[in-house]
């Protein structure tokens, strides 16, 4: 694998926060400037700056939110999870048993077993009031902390062994004397010792016909759906046709689909026919019979493979990368596997035998048909620059599908994926795209070369490569099979000499994994500043920062992240930790952190942090004054505020001013800034008063 760098790593590369480097236009004609703007050439009218923005690289920075968590669950995460929920028929049992503070949910993958969890807890609890847990070796060891509601989903073999009577008896008190109840989801394979049945429900999914009329319902409710678009869709749920379906496909989830289908059918026309045929192509069989038809046509495997990869990407991006791919698959056996009879070379393709080549080849519509897919119609929006036509498959779950049977079940086939990944260009939100998907794979895959395949992304110096393992391994977690091995993973990762390997440690923290697990990605955070040498590298920096701003975009996390960057203040000078917090606390007290132009979810000012959790701040600030690396900037974003009367209000400025002011005597650096103050305020008032 290719390892080129965007740019020199620095403060001024694409992974920096301070903007780009020069660029290369007019090399010949160049002003160097330590500091300032040149402009070349005249200007007429307006001249828009932009200062802070990588050119060459725009990096997606959508952030997932993770379906398993280790913490409180958001009340609107919640209520989004129950939204259409239907009553399985083991429900009334399971409140029963949950009477008794414990409940072991035993179910198959896909029966809506989490779902039912959340429910049975958000009754008792509320939206707000659910906590996940991670599966633990020993769960006997666990100890409820308040009155909530806490789930575990998917109870490890290690922890199932462990788990007999006198450890659920035991947990059952503690529970009780919190006020909490637990609900532990466990797979149907997972043995489970025979002393603990009475705690023990075996879980039956709600019909899917259900689902899919409470579905429709919430759909309707939602404004998606018109009330006769409700009862057109709800009679034809009752036709033989989708009965049939929903009789072969038992599943919860295959209610939800059928209820998409039927609203797609009745709001943009269409056909029963077509629409379960889209639902009928989505299975793990139709993937391996396509692929099997397809196998002795280079072309259609690599376009095949790049629309699994690239889901809804736009045309251009898919068909670049689909010609990156297929010479790669071309070149796997011979005549026969390089296209048979319709085998494009340097004159084309030609759909029929004939003695004259076909210089044009087949349209790219005709080429998307033939492998079941379709364009959709282009989408214009505020975040795009220009319009975008994505490339879907017609059948619902199709790209899952082809993409897991391309990758597990065909020899070297995920080694060119990953090679054609490497050597195709980026467009932006690729590394998105291709990351989920992936992460989707790895999921199912086994053997100890699972993660290990994402190793050379993850040491890359290219950022949206780092990215894409970050999203693959956010994806990955939300498995409970692979959770311990991901964890492991950026374990190693962390205390790893190569700084890009930290990087990607800190770009997974700033995702869906961060978000899950806030105070294991704060542990792995404090480790990638450690490694040799002591300079804080601006791609590592960035990566961390972008992380601490993730976990402070939900108000949850803000404690813990403030605890961490006052610890790091603390540090000795010079090393990374310290680097750390003061880079951060120079951002938050003279504009925001992160800086503008670097990545970010939230941007915070030391005024907000004041405003939110003003004990935790104070001690931040006193830290910062007390530390001769940021006295100045600590003391002019004080300044700052209190001349602001919207900030200064706030921030509660008179309140802090008072605790400063208690705590000086102790602290140099406060000190130093209350007389500052003092003499500031006095000058003034001299001033006024010779006036």
Not at 115 to 122: D, G, I, K, N, Q
């Amino acid at each position: 694998m290719s390892a080129g760098a965007d740019a020199a790593p620095g403060p001024h590369g694409p992974d920096g926060e301070d903007g780009p480097a020069p660029g290369d236009s007019y090399r010949d004609n160049q002003q160097r400037l330590d500091q300032g703007m040149a402009v070349m050439g005249g200007i007429a009218g307006d001249a828009n700056v932009f200062i802070g923005i990588p050119p060459d690289e725009n990096i997606s920075e959508h952030i997932p939110k993770p379906r398993l968590r280790e913490g409180p669950y958001p009340a609107d995460d919640v209520h989004a999870r129950l939204r259409g929920f239907v009553e399985p028929p083991t429900h009334a049992q399971c409140r029963k048993v949950l009477d008794s503070h414990v409940l072991v949910l035993r179910a198959g993958s896909g029966t809506g077993a989490g779902t039912a969890a959340f429910a049975l807890l958000e009754e008792r609890y509320g939206a707000a009031g659910i906590t996940g847990l991670d599966s633990p070796d020993d769960l006997s060891r666990w100890r409820p902390k308040e009155r909530r509601g806490y789930l575990l989903q998917g109870l490890s073999p290690v922890a199932a062994a462990s788990l007999g009577e006198v450890a659920l008896t035991g947990l059952a008190s503690l529970l009780r004397r919190s006020g909490a109840h637990l609900v532990v989801t466990v797979r149907m394979e997972t043995a489970l010792r025979g002393d603990t049945v009475s705690w023990q429900v075996t879980h039956r999914p709600p019909p899917p016909a259900e689902v899919a009329v409470k579905r429709l319902g919430t759909m309707a409710e939602a404004g998606e759906l018109t009330a006769g678009q409700e009862a057109d869709a709800l009679r034809r749920l009752a036709s033989a046709d989708f009965t049939g379906y929903l009789d072969a496909h038992p599943l919860p989830g295959d209610g939800v689909e059928v209820a998409k289908g039927l609203r797609d059918l009745v709001v943009a026309g269409g056909s029963a026919a077509a629409v379960l045929d889209d639902l009928r192509t989505g299975s793990p069989a139709a993937a391996r019979k396509a692929l099997a038809e397809a196998r002795h046509r280079a072309d259609r495997i690599s376009l095949m493979a790049a629309i699994s990869l690239l889901p809804e990407q736009d045309r251009t991006v898919v068909e670049r990368f689909s010609a990156v791919l297929r010479p790669h698959i071309d070149g796997r056996g011979g005549p026969a596997m390089a296209g048979g009879p319709e085998h494009t070379g340097a004159h084309g393709q030609s759909g029929e035998p004939s003695a004259r080549h076909d210089v044009l080849g087949p349209a790219f519509e005709d080429r998307l048909a033939a492998v079941g897919a379709r364009l959709l119609p282009p989408r214009f929006g505020a975040a795009l620059r220009h319009p975008v036509q994505p490339v879907v498959f017609s059948g619902r779950h199709r790209s899952d599908a082809l993409l897991r049977s391309l990758w597990l079940d065909y020899e070297g086939m995920a080694d060119l994926l990953w090679k054609s990944l490497d050597e195709a260009p980026h467009h932006p939100g690729i590394e998105l795209a291709a990351g989920e998907r992936i992460g989707r794979v790895l999921a199912h895959a086994t053997g100890p070369d699972t993660l290990r395949q994402l190793y050379p992304f993850a040491a890359s110096d290219k950022r949206w490569r780092r990215r894409l393992v970050a999203y693959a391994l956010g994806e990955t977690v939300q498995h409970p099979a692979l959770t311990g091995a991901v964890r492991e993973q950026l374990r190693h990762w962390s205390r790893a000499a190569l700084v890009p390997l930290r990087c990607t440690v800190a770009e997974t923290c700033a995702g869906s994994y961060g978000l899950a697990r806030p105070a294991g990605a704060l542990k792995l955070l404090d480790a990638v500043l450690d490694g040799p040498g002591k300079s804080l590298e601006g791609p590592l920096r960035t990566a961390v920062s972008f992380a601490l701003s993730t976990l402070l975009s939900e108000d949850t996390n803000h404690a813990l992240v403030l605890d961490l960057l006052r610890e790091w203040q603390r540090a000795d000078p010079g090393t990374r930790r310290h680097g750390l917090a003061v880079h951060a606390v120079e951002s938050m007290s003279r504009a925001t952190f992160p800086r503008t132009g670097a990545p970010g979810v939230r941007r915070v000012r030391l005024a907000d942090l004041l405003a939110e959790h003003p004990e935790r701040a104070c001690g931040l600030v006193v830290a910062a004054l007390d530390d001769p690396a940021t006295h100045e900037a600590a003391a002019e974003g004080l300044f700052l505020i209190e001349g602001d009367p919207e900030l200064r209000r706030r921030a509660g400025f008179p309140h802090l001013l008072a605790a400063l002011a208690a705590v000086a005597q102790n602290h140099r650096g406060v000190l130093r800034y209350v007389l500052r103050r003092h003499r500031a305020r006095t000058a003034s008032s001299t001033e006024r008063l010779a006036s």
